[in-house]
């Protein structure tokens, strides 16, 4: 029998926040972790913990893609780290692996749980990102729910994010124009100059949803796809430029999430804009493509070890931070994939 | 040659509206239709001239689905009528025949613009209705767009309209549970009673969107397909309902076309909800089918013929009548397809 002995932290969900989540609304508790270990149970050291937008949305009180996130147990979320300690014939102590084991530093799991990861192939940090469940959604939602064709302009809100840089990467490499949407000059000039994208728009530059819109006319003379991560001011100026039979993928919409998705905020209506040019829109989660993981990784792993993707990290230090980790997403501070080094 | 002549009455599209469209916004003029036919032009004497919300759609100063209605022209539209004079082979004097002639009494076409129409088959209104282009509009727009499944729960808003009282039929004949919103206690009773849906709302006897949007989850356990005519609070109200892969088609939004169009009113923001039940929402029209219009005939035609489809007629008596009959679509008091007897 393998017990092991740990001395564990964890970051326990225990208030539901209002508007923005901070500290106050977790519980930093300290635990031993040493019960024995069943066949095939396995105890992992994260070493790498992801904050994620969609954190946020099960926080509301109200049902989402799932019931809200119950108090008073360890945040849910995804996380890299190491076995060390193995009651599995599949892992070894010192074995790569992803996990979803939330916010704390030991966690007992299932084998079943895990996916080993190859640190030669692509650096373990990748299986949050481009070759994780952002990539994962990223691609499958562009190509599939987005259908892009050569020569078509796709508009990417949140483009300097963890998934919308990739959809912008994938984009181009679709043959299509892409305009990418953010806030600040530096994620603008990282747009165009590092991705590589036709043109970026600082909406942080406009007052208001119309001003915005004639930007976006101008830029992008009428748009085939919109990739939509934001919501709120800057989708109200993209949908008006809507071409006939675009489409709108709704990724997430990270502007509402503060206090939005129990009370909903007012914003124009825009309905007659789908009839007029017979557009869609369709909202898609990550789940939705979890079973087709692997065909992603195909396409997409190859380009990551060649260097033809850039997927950007901003690393926070420190377990303690966690709770302003996730924070700061809607503060929209962080460009590519933001994560905790623990 | 033939030389016809008829003394034409035509009301022009003088002047935009900037709420509801009436009489001032039109001209009523008197004029001598005795140009010669070419080869292939006939004379079509109108019996039928249909108003349709999408014409005031056409009247906002915005592009739409189509550039604003040009002013100083005779208002267009469908009509039905009698081929009174005729340079082509392939119409005599008599002929009943469906035209895009609009708002006018006598109009020269080339044959090809025609379709002609069988009254002994079905009766020649029925060309502007349930055989016609709201017929198709309801037809694909459920079947293609909607994709219902036996079983579904289905609601359609503005259920006692045009579109609305066909889809709402369609739907039942798919095997799907279908619930109606209208506004009045008559037309309600008319949905449950003369077309046999599962349930009736009245929106009217709701405050807000809210109140409303709980009477239609006590009365639908959740929306499968929504087909929404109407937009608005009524929509508002729906959205909130749909269940896992929800279908939302946007066929029109006639709560918003007296003058939301140009300037759009204001309303709850909903994506979120596309998100949490990675649901769709496509903008239809008509003319998106037009192509395929033998194919709706071929499964339509012999549920009319056969009186197994209820397809209400309201007609108003008078071709001075036109202007107000268009404004009165928007007062919500007609049933089923509204037609001019001219």
Same mark, same amino acid.
């Given at each position: ?77 995804? /996380? ?46 990748? *299986?949050?990102?481009?070759?994780? @469940? ?25 483009? *300097? ?44 530059? %406009? ?7 004639? *930007? ?16 709120? @001011?800057?989708?109200? /100026? ?47 989660? /990550?789940?939705? %493509?979890?079973?087709? @993981? ?49």
């Amino acid at each position: 029998m393998v017990t092991p002995c740990f001395t564990n932290r964890q970051w326990i969900y225990a208030k539901r926040p209002s508007g923005r989540v901070t500290e106050e609304h977790y519980e930093l508790k300290e635990t031993e972790l040493n019960e024995p270990l069943a066949s095939n149970e396995v105890v992992v050291k994260a070493q790498y913990i992801s904050v994620d937008p969609y954190m946020r949305i099960q926080q509301a009180e109200r049902q989402s893609f799932d019931p809200p996130h119950p108090l008073g147990i360890v945040q849910r979320g995804g /996380a890299v780290g190491q076995i060390v300690a193995s009651n599995s014939s599949s892992f070894n102590e010192g074995d790569y692996v992803l996990s979803y084991t939330g916010w704390q530093l030991y966690a007992k799991c299932h084998a079943s749980e895990l996916r080993k990861l190859d640190a030669a192939t692509a650096p373990i940090t990748t *299986a949050l990102g481009v070759l994780g @469940m952002p990539g994962r959604t990223a691609w499958f939602g562009l190509m599939e729910a987005g259908r892009p064709k050569p020569g078509e302009t796709v508009v990417v809100s949140g483009a *300097a994010g963890a998934v919308g840089s990739l959809v912008a990467q994938f984009a181009k490499r679709a043959g299509c124009k892409v305009f990418g949407i953010a806030g600040g000059a530096s994620k603008c000039s990282f747009l165009t100059e590092k991705l590589g994208l036709d043109g970026a728009i600082d909406y942080r530059q %406009y007052q208001d949803a119309e001003s915005l819109s004639k *930007a976006i006319a101008k830029i992008t003379n009428g748009v085939d796809v919109y990739f939509d991560n934001v919501g709120g @001011m800057v989708t109200d /100026a993209i949908i008006p430029n809507i071409k006939l039979r675009a489409r709108i993928i709704i990724c997430g919409q990270i502007s509402q999430y503060d206090g939005g998705l129990d009370k909903p905020n007012l914003g124009p209506r825009f309905l007659q804009h789908m009839l007029f040019q017979r557009a869609t829109i369709q909202g898609i989660l /990550a789940r939705d %493509y979890s079973h087709r @993981m692997d065909e992603m990784l195909e396409i997409v792993a190859p380009w990551v070890k060649d260097k033809q993707i850039v997927f950007e990290e901003t690393i926070v230090d420190g377990f303690e931070n966690l709770p302003q980790a996730l924070n700061s997403l809607f503060e929209g501070k962080n460009v590519g994939k933001l994560l905790v080094r623990v």
